[in-house]
Nanobody
């Protein structure tokens, strides 16, 4: 069974950095668009960043642009989210997601991603 497994979450002080990862197991996602979302205390799943299959097309939410970097290593079936200059408002559970239907655009909508990991907690203290 194909699974996505996030790792690397933790607690960091404001202004610090953290890198979280998402590894695919049981299958390859090298031809799949991937994304990071985060779930806030109101339980809305918010778009953070997305990357297409070859890394040539990337999109960021305005709130993280210039601070976060999404990347992927298809040889390892892994995507990463490097988070710099973290703020308390970045505190959330971060989820990675795969869009396996082959949409021809990078989506910011959670409903268009059909495979999800279980999430990793990122806590930023002030």
């Amino acid at each position: 069974q194909v699974q996505l497994v996030e790792s690397g979450g933790g607690m960091v002080q404001a202004g610090g950095s953290l890198t979280i990862s998402c590894a695919a197991s049981g299958g390859s996602f090298s031809n799949t668009a991937m994304a990071w979302f985060r779930q806030d205390p109101r339980e809305y799943r918010l778009f953070v960043a997305a990357i297409n299959s070859n890394g040539g097309n990337i999109d960021y939410a305005d709130s993280v642009k210039g601070r976060f970097t999404i990347s992927r290593d298809n040889a390892k079936d892994t995507i990463y989210l490097r988070m710099n200059n973290l703020k308390p408002d970045d505190t959330a559970v971060y989820y990675c997601a795969a869009e396996t239907r082959g949409l021809r655009y990078l989506s910011r909508l959670a409903v268009e991603y059909d495979l999800w990991g279980r999430g990793t907690q990122v806590t930023v203290s002030s």
